[in-house]
């Protein structure tokens, strides 16, 4: 069963994604920034990540920069997703290839973490 950490500060998208991931048969754990999901991750390996961009505290850029830092960490895949669609470009220079825009569409995105091989 693959694990999934969704880090997201909405709190109604995070318990949404929450409710609709762990329907699907997932194990997810929650983080409201990137902060949090960071410290999630000392207890909690996901086989993903699922990651909003813009966070307060600890924004997806920060975070993904302390994933590389750790090389525990630094190979488990990433999904963005935003409303800005132009920070998908920014993305790849921080290894980051999977964006889903937001509002989201839920097929696409069961979809997407579907197809992500887990490390």
Do not use: C
């Not at 390996?45 to 750790?70: H, Q, R, S």
């Not at 920014?90 to 989201?104: C, R």
């Amino acid at each position: 069963m693959k694990r999934i950490l969704v880090v997201e500060d909405d709190t109604s998208i995070r318990e949404l994604l929450v409710e609709i991931l762990e329907g699907e048969g997932y194990l997810v754990s929650a983080s409201k920034n990137g902060y949090e999901g960071i410290q999630s991750l000392e207890t909690y390996i996901p086989d993903l990540i699922l990651m909003d961009v813009m966070m307060p505290i600890m924004d997806g850029y920060a975070f993904k920069n302390e994933l590389l830092l750790n090389s525990e960490w630094r190979s488990i895949p990433v999904v963005a997703m935003s409303a800005q669609v132009q920070r998908k470009e920014k993305l790849a220079d921080y290894g980051i290839v999977n964006f889903i825009s937001k509002p989201l569409d839920l097929g696409h995105l069961l979809e997407t973490l579907k197809n992500i091989s887990p490390v």
